[in-house]
């Protein structure tokens, strides 16, 4: 497996730690935030530093779904994954944001391992 770099955002640093371990063992480089904002700074300074973004979307001050919008804004050909509890996100809201695939909480950790796999093989696209 190549080495990938992801960035992690979650407001809740337990997630985030969690998040990074998982991806950790998986051979993967995690860079982690608890502030989207903080994230998209990061991002902005060097978006081609990342190959993929795992956001959750209930977050202060910027939700996943905007900051995945000014990620894609920036490079639209990141994969972004949405972890969500939330039940009222549409379809619509998804293509908007530009996201790849959603993870509804509370999940598996095979199933963001897998999904997370997918999405980083040459070709693979959408899950939704």
């Known amino acids: 497996m190549i080495r990938k770099s ?8 337990m997630l985030v730690e969690l998040g990074k371990k998982i991806l950790e063992k998986q051979g993967h480089e995690v860079t982690m935030f608890t502030y ?6 990061v991002f902005c300074k ?6 993929m973004v795992i956001t959750d979307f209930n977050m202060p001050h910027m939700n996943g ?8 804004e920036i490079r639209n050909n990141i994969p ?6 939330c039940q009222d996100i549409t379809e619509n809201n998804l293509t908007e ?3 790849d695939a959603l993870i509804d909480k509370p999940y598996h950790l095979e199933e963001i391992i897998d999904l997370v796999q997918h999405l980083l093989t040459p070709n693979n ?4």
């Open 6 to 13: 992801i960035l992690v955002v979650d407001d809740e640093e």
């Open 36 to 41: 989207s904002i903080d994230a998209l700074k």
């Open 46 to 51: 060097t978006p081609y530093k990342f190959d």
């Open 65 to 72: 779904g905007q900051l995945s919008k000014k990620i894609k």
């Open 80 to 85: 972004v994954i949405l972890v969500t509890g």
């Open 97 to 99: 944001w530009g996201i």
């Open 125 to 128: 696209t959408k899950v939704l």
